[in-house]
């Protein structure tokens, strides 16, 4: 288990890492062109900062895997929550954000939290769900999918916290999934319905999530996202596949998932790592630049 909580740990380094680097691409494309929308994410994809974060993220996702097999739903998702942490902390160092007093807390209880977890966490349960459970779960990707698109296309008023929603819900699945699967050679994964969702909401959710953060408040719309990627998994770990905490540490372990997940949601400005532009006013003044996330 000691070794999954470090694949967990790894991939939250990762990809909060990858938020900043790839804002950082992200920036010096729009520094040198008015582009919005795709050209802009296509001018990015020439800058190293960009790719970096991309592979980043690559790397998190397979982490990611790793940790789902030997540890419990609800410890992996809570320290990939705390992703928010390892963004805060990066982007304080390299785009120089002032971190708030209430977001220094919330990085500590962030860490307290994960530390009571690796503490409390038991083996992950030996159950990987029989057929019909692995086909439900493909039904609700599927469903998940319809939900999204409905929600962008008919949804107005909280359109985008609704997305997020449907981005979190997704990116649970794949989790949900990525531990139903059982350990199959590559003829046998093509009939795995495990697999089709894995593959399916981790698009759908992706995809969501960047029109969510694109139409909408980074802050509601990351608040939600990790709620729903963390709370049902959770539930779904320890009720359907048999997740346990260590015998006697119930209480630490949901100590430690409340602390990690709280603290994420008061850092979830840093969903989406995009600063104001600096005023230009204050070009040759000498005063210091002190703007924060939206």
């Known amino acids: 288990m000691g070794i999954g909580m470090l694949f967990a740990l790894g991939a939250a380094v990762c990809m909060g890492t990858a938020t900043v680097m790839q804002a950082m691409?992200?920036?010096?494309?729009?520094?040198?062109?008015s582009t919005t929308g795709v050209g802009t994410v296509l001018l990015a994809l020439r800058r190293w900062p960009f790719v970096a974060g991309v592979g980043l993220d690559m790397l998190g996702f397979v982490a990611e895997l790793a940790a789902l097999r030997s540890v419990p739903i609800f410890a992996v998702e809570a320290a990939l929550a705390s992703s928010l942490a390892v963004t805060a902390v990066v982007a304080a160092v390299v785009l120089r954000i002032r971190l708030r007093r209430v977001e220094v807390v919330a990085v500590?209880?962030?860490?307290?939290?994960?530390?009571?977890?690796?503490?409390?966490?038991?083996?992950?349960?030996?159950?990987?769900?029989?057929?019909?459970?692995r086909l439900g779960v493909l039904a609700a990707s599927a469903g998940l999918a319809l939900v999204g698109w409905a929600v962008g296309r008919f949804v107005r008023r909280g359109r985008a916290v609704a997305l997020g929603g449907v981005a979190g819900l997704s990116f649970g699945v794949v989790a949900v999934s990525a531990r139903m699967m059982p350990d199959l050679e590559v003829p046998g994964v093509l009939a795995e319905p495990a697999a089709y969702a894995l593959a399916l909401s981790g698009v759908t959710g992706f995809v969501y999530l960047i029109d969510a953060l694109q139409s909408g408040s980074v802050t509601?719309?990351?608040?939600?996202?990790?709620?729903?990627?963390?709370?049902?998994?959770?539930?779904?770990?320890?009720?359907?596949?048999?997740?346990?905490?260590?015998?006697?540490?119930?209480?630490?372990?949901?100590?430690?998932?409340?602390?990690?997940?709280?603290?994420?949601?008061?850092?979830?400005?840093?969903?989406?790592a995009e600063q104001h532009a600096p005023d230009r006013s204050r070009a040759g003044s000498g005063e210091q630049d002190t703007s924060e996330y939206r």
């Open 25 to 33: 691409g992200a920036r010096m494309a729009a520094e040198e062109s």
């Open 108 to 133: 500590a209880a962030v860490c307290c939290g994960l530390a009571l977890l690796a503490l409390a966490a038991g083996r992950e349960g030996e159950g990987e769900g029989d057929l019909t459970l």
């Open 220 to 272: 509601a719309v990351t608040a939600t996202m990790v709620i729903g990627e963390t709370l049902w998994p959770a539930l779904f770990g320890v009720v359907w596949l048999g997740d346990t905490t260590r015998s006697g540490l119930e209480p630490l372990a949901v100590t430690g998932f409340v602390l990690s997940i709280a603290g994420a949601l008061a850092l979830a400005r840093f969903g989406e």
